[in-house]
T-cell receptor, first 116, second 113 residues
Framework: SQTIHQWPATLVQPVGSPLSLECTVE??????LYWYRQAAGRGLQLLFY??????ISSEVPQNLSASRPQDRQFILSSKKLLLSDSGFYLC???????????????FGAGSRLTVL | AQSVSQHNHHVILSEAASLELGCNYS??????LFWYVQYPGQHLQLLLK??????LVKGIKGFEAEFIKSKFSFNLRKPSVQWSDTAEYFC???????????FGRGTSLIVHP
């Protein structure tokens, strides 16, 4: 069965420090991978998505970047965190094998980032 | 670009009350529609989905949603809520052929026993 792992689950970082959040998927190959940010009262904001190794699309200009070094690994990074980067970050995947039934997202448990 | 509106941001109900959460979207073409739910302390998970066919779809835990194309709506309903339905509910839309669902802002539902 497919599973998705995110870590760390909770992170408290000072302003200006770097960030690395990791997401890995098991039990599938060639998934489409997504990073969303969930902020209170603002729903889910798509940050990045990837359809393959090294392929990253950014949806929102920001202080963050993403990388996909391996088929089932998706990393969210920042060189210098801002206060506004605080939030709950969710990794998700979609089976990347065709359109029919392919849009159902499976989410990880999330990583809560607090920037002080 | 498509957008999704959820009109009720906070809903408070007593057990056995009926529930309807509104969801409207802006895309005019073929769409796939979803409701996701996040129970306290749990992963965000799929509640129900519409791809084609019968516009009235049934999901888990007695929830249903009706796709009304002319109104660009996909409202979520449950005839009688339970305390365990307390959660945050998100409507999402993916335009035809897209792998990128757009989410609404979410509705926080609190059900009092």
């Amino acid at each position: 069965s497919q599973t998705i792992h995110q870590w760390p689950a909770t992170l408290v970082q000072p302003v200006g420090s770097p960030l690395s959040l990791e997401c890995t998927v098991e039990g599938t190959s060639n998934p489409n991978l997504y990073w969303y940010r969930q902020a209170a009262g603002r729903g889910l904001q798509l940050l990045f998505y990837s359809v393959g190794i090294g392929q990253i699309s950014s949806e929102v200009p920001q202080n963050l970047s993403a990388s996909r070094p391996q088929d089932r690994q998706f990393i969210l990074s920042s060189k210098k965190l801002l206060l506004s980067d605080s939030g709950f970050y969710l990794c998700a995947w979609i089976e990347g094998t065709g359109f029919a039934g392919a849009n159902v997202l499976t989410f990880g448990a999330g990583s809560r980032l607090t920037v002080l | 670009a498509q957008s999704v509106s959820q009109h009720n941001h906070h809903v408070i109900l007593s057990e056995a009350a009926s529930l309807e959460l509104g969801c409207n979207y802006s895309y005019g073409g073929t769409v796939n529609l979803f409701w996701y739910v996040q129970y306290p302390g749990q992963h965000l998970q799929l509640l129900l989905k519409y791809f084609s066919g019968d516009p009235l779809v049934k999901g888990i835990k007695g929830f249903e949603a009706e796709f009304i194309k002319s109104k660009f709506s996909f409202n979520l309903r449950k005839p009688s809520v339970q305390w365990s339905d307390t959660a945050e509910y998100f409507c999402a839309v993916a335009s035809g052929g897209s792998y990128i669902p757009t989410f609404g802002r979410g509705t926080s539902l609190i059900v009092h026993p």
